[in-house]
C-alpha cells in the first residue's frame, strides 16, 4: 500500500504530514528494539523531540493514579509503544478519511469518526456542539432473570 502513504504526505493538519509519522514509527521500533537488548539508556531521551507520550510524562500519569505505583522499565517501553501506535493509526486513518472525502486537510471530524466508530470513543469538546444521546446498554433475558432473583432473595430478609 504504497500509494495511500504517498497520497497522505499532503494531507495533515498544524503541519503533520505522514512523513513524520512514518519517521515516529521508524524511531520508536529502533527504541523498542533497544529495549529488548538491554541497551536502553538512551533511546528515551532521542525520542523525546518525535514521542507523544515520554517515560516522564507516563510516570506523572501512573503517579496520578497511584503515588505508591513503579512501572517496569519493560512495561513502560511497552505502554509507550502502544500509544504511539495508537496514535499512527488514528492518524492514518483520519487521512484515509480526509482523501476519501477528497479534501486536502485533515479535520476533526475524520479524527472522531475514526474513534467513534474503531474504539467507540467521543472526545467532548471538539467539533459539534450538537448534544449526544446516552445509549443505554441492551438488557438481556437472563440479567433480567438474574435481577428477579437477586430482588426477591432481598425482599426475604
Known amino acids: 500500500m504504497a500509494s495511500p502513504s504517498q497520497n497522505n504526505a499532503t494531507l495533515g493538519t498544524a503541519g503533520t504530514t505522514n512523513p513524520s509519522i512514518t519517521t515516529n ?16 539508556s538512551g533511546a528515551g531521551s532521542s525520542d523525546g523531540a518525535t514521542q507523544l507520550l515520554t517515560k516522564p510524562r507516563l510516570q506523572e500519569l501512573v503517579r496520578e493514579i497511584d503515588p505508591t505505583e ?23 486513518a483520519a487521512c484515509l478519511l480526509a482523501k476519501h ?3 486536502p486537510k485533515v479535520e476533526v471530524r ?4 475514526h474513534l467513534e466508530r474503531n474504539w467507540n ?9 450538537e448534544l449526544r444521546p446516552y445509549k443505554r446498554a441492551t438488557v438481556t433475558e437472563a440479567h433480567k432473570q438474574r435481577l428477579a432473583l437477586i430482588r426477591k432473595a432481598i425482599k426475604k430478609y
Open 25 to 40: 514509527s521508524s524511531n520508536t521500533k529502533a527504541s523498542s528494539g533497544n529495549a529488548a537488548s538491554g541497551t536502553s
Open 70 to 92: 513503579q512501572l517496569d522499565e519493560e512495561v513502560e517501553e511497552l505502554l509507550l509503544q502502544i500509544a504511539d501506535d495508537f496514535v499512527e493509526n488514528t492518524v492514518n
Open 101 to 103: 472525502r477528497k479534501v
Open 110 to 113: 475524520d479524527v472522531q469518526l
Open 121 to 129: 470513543m467521543w472526545i467532548p469538546g471538539f467539533g459539534t456542539d
